[in-house]
């Protein structure tokens, strides 16, 4: 072939790339794993076109809404357009608890059987996410008592208290963000003395993260831990609660090997890690029922000037909220840092969770008169200062 017919050629097939690019990006990332098993060339488009695609996703599960697990969960696993990294994922306890009825179709390799007769099976929640996700998704599983969610279409945020339920966050992996995951056993709070922050969580030395997920089942040495990583982390914020117990994919395991599933007694934490991350926390105490005084406090979030497109937020309420103690006023069955959070924040998804103890402090940037609640000029690290039973911790995160 000559030289001006070798170029056409070149040329030819190029254009033929760009055009097969345009169409296959029309695709669910489950169905270009399929079509990436064409040749070497689709796989090649099938991989820039999952690389090219950083979006977060979410969705809830209601028992009591049409559907069932299938489509609620599984149909938007199906469609979506990013790989999943990790999927955080709450869920109630009388969800997890029970048993759910689905097809026997998938398994964690990937492979797919068609029955004549689709049979169905009885597992719980915890096992059908992880037999559904991608075998290189991580899951980080809460068990606790109601739940907060938001529908992926609208941003409309529901606090679930009627039905089993759960919410499901599934972050891609980001080229200028780091998201780390670990288990610490409940007996940590002496393995943090004498290991470095680094090993016990697998934040790389050279990573600052900007926000610690912490989430305890057995909480006796929070404290510990949370003042270790403020002691060693500039600006870091904390939040979580604790819970009835946690789950996790069989990818994510200790050292020994031992992978945490039911109640065992550990504390899970998520760490986000990149510079051009923005975070800003506050804790509002639930016995102010006033509206106006709730949306003075949550109002503190704005001067943070946290940008709200490409934001998801973070709520760690007491239970204390659900149970009579300290209701909303006028009959208001929805909790009022709810109601004020999607008045002042419209178009911010909101995640979390009720619980006996809340994680968090105020953390506005740039305000240096309130660095953290209820602390003098010289920071104290005690239990008082994040660790709480009547607080509503609001975390507000902007991803680049």
Same mark, same amino acid.
């Given at each position: 072939m000559e030289g001006k017919e070798y170029g056409s050629f070149v040329s030819i097939v190029f254009k033929l790339e760009d055009i097969l690019f345009h169409i296959l990006s029309n695709l669910s990332t489950k169905e270009l794993d399929r079509v990436a098993r064409v040749n070497v060339t689709w796989y090649r488009i099938a991989k820039k076109i999952k690389q090219s695609r950083k979006q977060i996703v979410w969705c809830y599960y209601? *028992?009591?809404?049409?559907?069932? #697990?299938? $489509?609620?969960?599984?149909? #938007?696993? %199906?469609?979506? =357009?990013?790989?999943?990294?990790?999927?955080?994922?709450?869920?109630?306890?009388?969800? *997890?608890?029970?048993?759910?009825?689905? +097809?026997?179709? @998938?398994?964690?390799?990937? =492979?797919?059987?068609? +029955?004549?007769?689709? $049979? /169905? &099976?009885?597992?719980?929640? !915890?096992?059908?996410?992880?037999r559904t996700l991608p075998p290189s998704c991580h899951m980080a599983g809460i068990v606790t008592d109601r739940i907060v969610a938001s529908r992926f279409s609208s941003n409309h945020s529901v606090q679930l208290e009627d039905g089993p339920s759960a919410s499901c966050l599934f972050f891609p992996k980001f080229k200028e963000v780091d998201i780390y995951h670990f288990i610490l056993e409940d007996n940590f709070g002496a393995g943090v003395q004498k290991k470095s922050l680094s090993a016990e969580t697998g934040i790389p030395e050279d990573k600052s993260p900007k926000l610690i997920l912490m989430f305890p089942s057995d909480d006796c040495n929070i404290e510990l831990f949370g003042s270790k990583i403020l002691k060693n982390y500039r600006n870091v914020v904390i939040a979580g609660g604790s819970v009835f117990s946690l789950f996790t994919d069989t990818t994510l395991k200790l050292e020994n090997q031992k992978t945490y599933f039911g109640c065992e007694p550990c504390n899970l934490g998520i760490a986000f890690c990149g510079s051009d991350l923005q975070v800003a926390s506050v804790a509002i105490?639930?016995? *102010?029922?006033?509206? $106006?005084? #709730?949306?003075? &406090?949550?109002? /503190?979030?704005? =001067?943070?000037?946290? +940008? &709200?497109?490409?934001?998801?937020?973070?709520?760690?309420? !007491? %239970?204390?909220?659900?149970?009579?103690? @300290?209701?909303?006023?006028?009959?208001?069955?929805?909790?009022?840092?709810?109601? =004020? @959070?999607? $008045?002042?924040? +419209? %178009?911010?998804?909101?995640?979390g969770f009720f619980g006996p103890e809340q994680i968090g402090f105020d953390h506005i940037p740039g305000n240096a008169n309130r660095p953290r609640r209820n602390t003098s000029a010289a920071v104290d690290y005690s239990k008082s200062n994040f660790l709480h039973e009547t607080m509503a911790i609001f975390v507000i995160l902007y991803f680049p």
């Open positions: 209601n *028992e009591l809404e049409p559907g069932g #697990v299938e $489509k609620q969960i599984g149909q #938007v696993l %199906d469609n979506l =357009t990013s790989e999943p990294h990790l999927a955080l994922v709450f869920v109630s306890w009388n969800l *997890e608890k029970k048993k759910i009825s689905v +097809p026997s179709l @998938f398994s964690r390799s990937g =492979t797919r059987c068609f +029955p004549r007769a689709v $049979k /169905r &099976e009885a597992i719980t929640f !915890s096992s059908y996410m992880e105490r639930v016995n *102010e029922n006033n509206e $106006k005084l #709730v949306e003075a &406090e949550l109002s /503190r979030l704005k =001067t943070a000037h946290v +940008p &709200e497109k490409c934001s998801i937020a973070f709520l760690f309420c !007491s %239970d204390l909220r659900l149970y009579g103690q @300290f209701l909303a006023g006028n009959g208001n069955s929805e909790h009022v840092e709810l109601k =004020t @959070f999607k $008045k002042l924040f +419209p %178009d911010v998804p909101l995640f």
